[in-house]
């Protein structure tokens, strides 16, 4: 990878320039420990339409970064969006966490895969809402579960 004088630093030091000093981030930078993230949060009971609202998905992504400044924002959504664009239930109990339904046949999620761009639409929404109002000084971070993981969510609800 080139970079050039304005390459953020998370991204230089992901090419392998020295820097001078490491870029700094954290995953699940935003969250529950933010008072400000709580008080959107609370503006939408489910969190699966939570992550779905670009909007506040985006605004929930930029908050730690105008409060601490990191050198990268990592865009707020869930691996769990996956399984429920192939047409799995997907649901969230207060204090435990992801419940998943009954995984449905390999022949539905074929059916489903088609119109997963679709149902995942508020994702790139919400990278391009992102990237607007992040400072060009700072790289965004995009995550997916590993087919692992989102396989072993799906298995094991």
Avoid: N
Avoid at 8 to 13: C, M, N
Avoid at 20 to 37: H, I, K, S, T
């Amino acid at each position: 990878m080139t970079t050039s004088p304005d390459t953020p630093l998370f991204l230089k030091a992901l090419a392998g320039e020295t820097t001078a000093r490491p870029p700094v981030w954290f995953m699940r930078q935003a969250g529950r420990y933010l008072p400000e993230y709580r008080a959107l949060r609370a503006t939408t009971p489910g969190f699966i339409e939570f992550c779905h609202d670009p909007e506040k998905a985006a605004e929930a992504t930029l908050q730690p970064m105008r409060r601490f400044g990191f050198d990268a924002a990592i865009v707020f959504a869930d691996i769990l969006l996956i399984p429920r664009a192939l047409g799995q239930d997907v649901w969230f109990e207060a204090g435990e966490g992801p419940r998943l339904g009954e995984m449905p046949s390999v022949e539905a999620m074929r059916d489903k895969a088609e119109g997963a761009g679709e149902a995942l639409k508020s994702i790139g929404q919400t990278l391009s809402l992102v990237r607007e109002q992040l400072d060009p000084s700072k790289a965004l971070i995009g995550f997916a579960g590993a087919p692992w993981t989102v396989a072993t969510y799906m298995l094991d609800g």
